[in-house]
């Protein structure tokens, strides 16, 4: 069954930086693209960044683009994201899941890894 385990969120003040990690089983990840997503109370969901299967590819949301860095590691079915120069607008869960452009498992979030940017 598909299982996905983030972890490195925190509490950081603004300009700070995290790094979160997504350890993933139950599917080949070497062979999917995967995305970050983020969910901030009252809000939808919002994709924030995806790294095709084929590294270097990625894409961002606008407004994370030159902050955030998407990477990954195959050996370790790990996916991370590098988040800097935080702002109290990155303020959400953050969860990821494979796809390039939608969720491909919806059914099977993880627990998600809270990150609060705030002085």
């Known amino acids: 069954q598909v299982q996905l385990v983030e972890s490195g969120g925190g509490l950081v003040q603004p300009g700070g930086s995290l790094r979160l990690s997504c350890v993933a089983s139950?599917?080949?990840?070497?062979?999917?693209?995967m995305s970050w997503w983020r969910q901030a109370p009252g809000k939808e969901r919002e994709w924030v960044a995806s790294?095709?299967?084929?590294?270097?590819?990625?894409r961002y949301l606008g407004s994370v683009r030159g902050r955030f860095t998407i990477s990954r590691d195959n050996a370790k079915n790990t996916l991370y994201l590098q988040m800097n120069s935080l702002k109290p607008e990155d303020t959400a869960l953050y969860y990821c899941?494979?796809?390039?452009?939608?969720?491909?498992?919806?059914?099977?979030w993880g627990q998600g890894t809270q990150v609060t940017v705030s002085s």
């Open positions: 899941n494979a796809g390039w452009s939608s969720p491909r498992y919806n059914d099977y």
């Open positions: 139950g599917f080949t990840f070497r062979s999917q693209s």
């Open positions: 790294v095709s299967d084929i590294i270097p590819n990625t």
